[in-house]
């Protein structure tokens, strides 16, 4: 924890702005940083911000295709200057989008250029590096994917800063890309360093997303770095709230499939819960970050950027639903199930350690495992699973199966009630969707039912149906 000479610290809130609300600026500074707020009110907040939407896959791959970016060149020895010089013009249309809002278009342009230039420089040396053949390929292209990765948090947290700076709001630029230091700071370090003079009650920090450090957020994080960076500077300062602005609320079905009507935020949970929701895709915050706001009891509120004055839902470390009710339905239809069958299961000690191993050792975590007496079932990401994987169980098992599949997941604090699990399946049933698999742990916060892949949308709003 910061040292008590930060004034009103029991007052201050670390707030993360993802990609999609940056993109619409005016909404965010209307209804997050204005709303309600005058004067000093305004202040004693941090705000994380991630780069404008699309821009860090323009930089790195697109996150949702894997169409490549600027760091798939480098990656393939070829020219990246001609992307640079597009992503040049493409920063400067961002920031002459956001000129009404009050942004100094020049400085703007002169910032982001200078920054690029600088970046590419960088680049060009990393690049003459690993031409030479005398370092590891690995270490020299994780270098480079950090750096393009900070572009996008700079730009956005400097244009963000001017516009409140030309509005007549105290606001503190706080760069943790580092780009223009060497120190050998740790992430933690660094962000302790940035923030350690900073008078909170007077003014507004604009921090990036991303941070600098010698253990390397993309490395450690990958694209969840930006929430990392949030959740580090929250156990830094040891705020009231740590609160995520979101362009939707976390609801209790997807309003996409269900229907708005069908479905409302959730309100309050714990993080067991927020657990459970990242393990199938629906994060409400990267687990990696939400660790230390449990561990340091850090409160958690996921805000819908477009309903300022909607409380959100609040995530805590203790919260317990005082009536028994699913809180949540959701799943994921990108998952594969891995089928191994061998006769010689049934009493053996060990197999199911075996599969395990192989598993590990092609670097694949599951989501769900279900057993018999011949055989375990697993599924896992279809990103993750691969011919080698497939052949490595199939040269030690007799049968090996794989098929795409979805699961749909009840999931809540306190679900612990006879006749749930009979009118899910009722629910699915009724839609003629069938089950292949089902299952849940001893504490029940989360009841999985695997099914057709093809059925995934149904079963959802099936169960959404069946458990009103």
Not at 94 to 109: H, I, M, R, V, W
Not at 169 to 191: C, K
Not at 233 to 260: M, N, R, T
Not at 456 to 464: E, K, Q, R, S
Request: net charge negative; with cysteine; aromatic share 8%.
């Amino acid at each position: 924890m910061m040292p008590s000479k930060y004034t009103n610290l029991s007052m201050l809130t670390v707030e993360k702005i993802g990609g999609t609300s940056m993109s619409a600026l005016g909404d965010v500074i209307k209804n997050i940083i204005q709303y309600n707020r005058t004067g000093s009110e305004l202040y004693n907040r941090i705000f994380v911000v991630s780069a404008f939407s699309g821009v860090t896959n323009l930089l790195l791959e697109n996150k949702k295709t894997g169409a490549p970016g600027v760091y798939h060149l480098i990656a393939k020895h070829q020219d990246f200057k001609i992307a640079l010089e597009e992503l040049i013009v493409k920063l400067k249309e961002l920031n002459k989008q956001y000129e009404p809002l009050g942004l100094d278009l020049n400085t703007a342009n002169n910032f982001i250029e200078g920054h690029v230039r600088h970046a590419e420089g960088f680049l060009e040396n990393l690049t003459g590096i690993l031409a030479s053949g005398y370092v590891s390929t690995e270490g020299i292209l994780q270098a480079a994917r950090e750096i393009l990765a900070s572009i996008g948090e700079t730009h956005s947290a400097f244009a963000f800063t001017n516009i409140l700076q030309n509005m007549g709001i105290n606001a503190t630029l706080v760069d943790l890309s580092g780009f223009h230091d060497h120190e050998p700071y740790t992430i933690d370090q660094r962000i302790k360093q940035a923030f350690k003079d900073i008078d909170f009650a007077n003014t507004i920090c604009i921090a990036t997303g991303y941070t600098k450090g010698t253990e390397g957020i993309m490395r450690e994080f990958d694209r969840g770095y930006s929430e990392v960076t949030f959740s580090k500077i929250a156990v830094a300062v040891q705020p009231q709230e740590a609160i995520i602005h979101k362009e939707y609320h976390l609801c209790s079905a997807d309003p996409v499939l269900v229907g708005v009507h069908n479905c409302s935020p959730v309100g309050f949970t714990n993080y067991d819960v927020a657990d459970q929701l990242a393990d199938v895709g629906m994060e409400a915050i990267h687990p990696k970050a939400s660790k230390p706001l449990e561990i340091n009891n850090i409160n958690l509120r996921i805000k819908n950027t477009f309903e300022p004055e909607h409380p959100g839902t609040l995530i805590t470390r203790e919260y317990i639903s005082p009536e028994k009710k699913v809180e949540v339905i959701t799943g994921t239809n990108k998952l594969i199930m891995v089928d191994i069958y061998d006769p010689l299961m049934v009493g053996n000690v060990g197999t199911d350690l075996h599969i395990m191993q192989i598993f590990a050792d092609n670097g694949v975590s599951y989501n769900f495992k279900a057993t018999s007496a011949n055989s375990i079932s697993i599924v896992i990401w279809e990103k993750d699973y691969t011919d080698k994987l497939f052949q490595d169980l199939q040269t030690n098992f007799e049968k090996v199966t794989v098929e795409k599949v979805a699961i749909v997941c009840l999931i809540g604090s306190n679900m612990d009630q006879p006749g749930l699990l009979a009118r899910a399946a009722n629910a699915l049933a009724q839609d003629g969707i069938n089950i292949k698999s089902a299952g849940f742990a001893l504490r029940q916060v989360n009841i999985q039912f695997l099914v057709n892949r093809e059925d995934f949308d149904n079963a959802v709003i099936a169960l959404n149906k069946g458990m009103a």
